[in-house]
Nanobody, 126 residues
Framework: QLQIVESGGGLVQPGGSLRLSCAAS????????IGWFRQAPGKEREGVLC????????NLADSVKGRFTISRDNAKSTVYLQMNSLKPEDTGVYLC???????????????????WGQGTQVTVSS
């Protein structure tokens, strides 16, 4: 059974950091494009960052530019979302999605993803 699992969420103070992980069971993530999305209460889901199979990343949200980075470790079949300088407005459920590989620089539209995780909660609060 194919399954996507996110981990690493939690409660952090403003200015703090978290690293989220996205792993798969039933298959490896090596040749897929992976996207990180988030959904805040009462708001629509938004794309944060995506990374192609070859490791090229695309920033999808201006609000995280310079603070969040995405990376992948194909040996561990895991994709990471490093979040620094967190702000209260970063609070939400963060989800990982897996889709067919796309060229570097692609905007990774939401419709391209075939598999979604359940998400991990990130709360930024003092």
């Amino acid at each position: 059974q194919l399954q996507i699992v996110e981990s690493g969420g939690g409660l952090v103070q403003p200015g703090g950091s978290l690293r989220l992980s996205c792993a798969a069971s039933g298959f490896t993530l090596d040749h897929y494009t992976i996207g990180w999305f988030r959904q805040a209460p009462g708001k629509e889901r938004e794309g944060v960052l995506c990374i192609s199979g070859s490791g090229g990343s695309t920033n999808l949200a201006d609000s995280v530019k310079g603070r969040f980075t995405i990376s992948r470790d194909n040996a561990k079949s895991t994709v990471y979302l490093q979040m620094n300088s967190l702000k209260p407005e970063d609070t939400g459920v963060y989800l990982c999605a897996v889709g067919a590989d796309v060229p570097n620089g692609n905007r990774c539209p939401e419709v391209m993803y075939d598999y979604w995780g359940q998400g991990t909660q990130v709360t930024v609060s003092s």
